[in-house]
């Protein structure tokens, strides 16, 4: 099966295209699957810059449930990518409860001051943070999915023996939680060059038996679906013979079929 379940909207004012481009594109790339998983409303003091304002959420819901019900193929689901930091639990369990979400994304993202942009300090320190942050999102029990495991790497190239037992520990907490980890393929067309986890942290996972959610991270209707070929391959390399959805915070397992038709982009970059 065809599944990406990572992809916003312009409520968060960094993304374009409307829902129904985003699930033509889904349709040109035969996706079964697509859920919406747009920035959630977090308290002001750690960032409203990139993600809907709070009045807003009931809108994203209808917006999505109103795909939901005109869209036979692929079947949508109602997401939702949600910044963990602490001290912010509350607010993001009480929205988490308020609607009828499929699954929610957990996001470490540079806000909350862990990162001082202007003096970031050394890459080894700025790794420890991060992943520490990593570590406590997934023993938050908060999300299903533990998105885009080492974006830190923008901003701390840092060696492997660094961040290798670094990330270890955070899968540990990872597998004991349940949750799945994501394989965020938006990083390949970023400067890194490099999807999000790097292979060695992907093959940890694997591992440790941690499912894994595949996710294009679109903010461009024509990037859904973008990576998600090379992505089934390099997993079911790994082992792995299915890919997670969810229903109403239940997972599914979809089964990686590799003669399954690639998509079509649309996109020249
Ligand atoms: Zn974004
Ligand atoms: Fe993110
Ligand atoms: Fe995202
Ligand atoms: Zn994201």
New binding site residues.
């Given amino acids: 099966m065809r599944v990406d379940l990572?992809m916003?909207t312009t409520l968060c004012r960094h993304a374009t295209g409307t829902v129904d481009e985003y699930i033509a594109q889904g349709q040109r790339m035969g996706l079964d699957i697509m859920g919406f998983?747009d920035h959630n409303p977090m308290p002001e003091w750690y960032d409203t810059a990139a993600r809907m304002y709070p009045e807003q959420l009931p809108t994203y819901v209808q917006w999505i449930t109103e795909a939901q019900a005109r869209t036979r193929t692929p079947r949508i689901l109602l997401g939702l990518?949600a910044d963990f930091f602490p001290g912010t639990e509350d607010a993001v369990r009480e929205q988490i409860d308020t609607y009828d979400f499929d699954y929610i994304i957990g996001s470490v993202h540079p806000f909350g001051g862990w990162i001082d942009f202007a003096a970031p300090g050394d890459p080894e320190d700025l790794c420890r943070k991060y992943y520490s942050l990593l570590e406590k999102s997934a023993q938050s029990r908060l999300f299903d999915i533990i998105a885009h495991p080492d974006l830190v790497k923008h901003w701390a190239p840092a060696s492997e023996s660094v961040w290798k037992p670094l990330a270890a520990r955070a899968l540990d907490a990872v597998a004991e939680s349940g949750a799945a980890l994501e394989y965020n393929a938006s990083g390949a067309y970023k400067d890194i060059q490099e999807v999000y986890p790097n292979p060695v942290i992907l093959a940890m996972a694997r591992e440790r038996g941690i499912p894994i959610a595949f996710g294009s991270?679109a903010h461009d209707a024509q990037h859904v679906g973008r990576g998600l070929d090379n992505g089934l391959k390099v997993l079911a390399e790994l082992g792995y013979d299915s890919v997670v959805a969810f229903d109403k915070r239940s997972r599914q397992e979809c089964p990686i079929d590799l003669d399954e038709p690639a998509g079509v982009y649309l996109d020249s970059e």
């Fill in positions: 990572h916003h998983t990518e991270d």
